[in-house]
């Protein structure tokens, strides 16, 4: 079952900080985040599993509520390299083998 | 340098034709995807294989096809067979299963079909 992201959309200015959330309505071991520019490939950012483990590349920070099966994605100080959509995956039901993403949260910073 | 590619970026076919879509990996990785993404949607899964000459089918799977008969290659078939088949798709690959391992993205095919 697909995970449920909100906001769909948010535009704010450079500087300013945003909130992304992700959803489950089933327990989740893990939840990974990516980035994904306009026409080109996602971008890996960080994976969150149980027991705390965070396992990323670049500098965001997130927030992972196994009781409340949520994570949330947390862009401070935005750059306006920050545009694009942002996508959680989480674990497919019975599968640990693939990912079932979200709809996505479509980011976008102004100057 | 490692990664994944994917050709061609565009590619354009008249309906009713089967058309073969290419991924390969240089990542030495076990396990590979195929999703498929269109406008202002998510990714969903198509297919997937964790070893050689073994896959299985994601969510989307009807009208498409696929062989893993090396590590590092992954083709996807989509067949005539599928109701609409224009879409952007993206072949991913993983040192381990999906839901523990970090997916790394080839560049994505465009398919049109009219």
């Known amino acids: 079952q697909q995970p449920v992201q909100s906001p769909q959309a948010v535009i704010l200015r450079e500087g300013e900080d945003a909130v992304i959330n992700c959803s489950s309505s089933?327990?989740?071991?893990?939840v990974h985040w990516y980035r994904q520019k306009h026409g080109e490939a996602p971008v890996f950012l960080m994976i969150?599993?149980?027991?705390?483990e965070q396992k990323g590349h670049e500098k965001i920070s997130a927030s992972f509520n196994e009781k409340k099966q949520q994570s949330s994605l947390y862009l401070t100080a935005s750059q306006l390299s920050y545009s694009g959509t942002y996508f959680c995956?989480?674990?497919?039901?019975?599968?640990?083998?693939?990912?079932?993403f979200g709809s996505g949260t479509q980011l976008t910073v102004l100057p | 340098d490692g990664g994944i590619t994917q050709s061609p970026k565009y590619l354009f076919r008249k309906e009713g034709q089967n058309v073969t879509l290419s991924c390969e990996q240089n990542l030495n990785h076990d396990a590979m995807y195929w999703y498929r993404q269109d406008p202002g949607q998510g990714l969903r899964l198509i297919y997937y294989?964790?070893?050689?000459?073994?896959?299985q089918k994601g969510d989307i799977a009807e009208g498409y096809s696929v062989s893993r008969e090396k590590k590092e290659s992954f083709p996807l078939t989509v067949t005539s067979a599928q109701k609409n088949p224009t879409a952007f798709y993206l072949c991913a690959s993983s040192s381990g299963p999906g839901g523990s391992y970090e997916q790394y993205f080839g560049p994505g095919t465009r398919l049109t079909v009219t």
């Open positions: 294989s964790q070893i050689v000459n073994d896959f």
């Open positions: 969150l599993l149980k027991g705390g």
């Open positions: 995956g989480t674990p497919s039901s019975g599968s640990a083998r693939q990912l079932t």
């Open positions: 089933k327990a989740l071991y893990s």
